[in-house]
């Protein structure tokens, strides 16, 4: 299995709500990735899971939680979000963190209303 | 900080003709430089890439250069088709942070 996987495809909350975005992936990857991506711009990252621990957080909302359950799942839990926030929000993996491909998955469509 | 900077923004070319994208980084200890096209409503999908012990990398129609010593990184590609056309990102990777770094993307058109 050579793919990243994410549920949903679609999601719109209100302002109030809590939802999570799910990624999996089955390929042994050991490093994870959250990142956001607004229309006509390049995919920005939020955070980096290496095995199952984050090493990275750049300086994402609070309202943004990540989890990594285990080497093959990566939650991103949502709450309190704004309008600004809806973006398409891409998982991908790699075997490591530097010097390797990252495999995307294709992304839930986050709208806020 | 840690930037990309990618030209031009938008490209169009005949079909057949060549493309060039180029990109600059700015940590000289970043030592991996993937490209990756996004069609439209897909995910990124690399389509190569290149280490910093290495000059030039070449796959079908396809090639990167990369000059250390400037900070460049090219996008060569040759015989464009039509489906060519897409959104092509450059990237960088910084050791220290683990982290990439993308160019602001070049919308590719390839007109038949």
């Known amino acids: 299995d050579t793919e990243v996987t994410q549920t949903p495809k679609h999601l719109v909350m209100g302002m109030t709500n809590k939802k999570s975005l799910k990624c999996e992936q089955h390929m042994g990857h050991r490093a994870m990735y959250w990142y956001k991506q607004k229309a006509k711009k390049p995919p920005e990252l939020m955070f980096v899971y290496s095995y199952e621990k984050l090493s990275i957080n750049e300086s994402v909302p609070s309202r943004f939680s990540p989890e990594c359950p285990n080497s093959s799942l990566l939650n991103l839990h949502l709450h309190a979000l704004q309008p600004e926030d809806s973006a398409l929000y891409l998982c991908?993996?790699?075997?490591?963190?530097?010097?390797?491909?990252?495999?995307f998955g294709p992304g839930t469509r986050l709208t806020v209303t | 900080g840690e930037n990309v900077e990618q030209h031009p923004s938008t490209l169009s070319v005949q079909e057949g003709d060549s493309a060039v994208i180029k990109c600059t980084y700015s940590d000289s200890a970043s030592n991996y430089f993937p490209w990756y096209k996004q069609e439209l409503g897909k995910r990124p999908q690399l389509i190569i890439d290149i280490r910093s012990n290495v000059g030039e990398k070449k796959d079908q129609r396809i090639a990167v250069t990369l000059n250390k010593t400037a900070k460049h990184f090219s996008l060569h590609i040759t015989e464009t088709q039509p489906e060519d056309s897409a959104v092509y990102f450059c990237a960088a990777t910084y050791t220290g942070g683990f982290k990439t770094i993308f160019g602001a993307g070049t919308r590719l058109f390839v007109k038949a």
């Open positions: 991908a993996s790699s075997q490591q963190t530097v010097s390797s491909e990252q495999y």
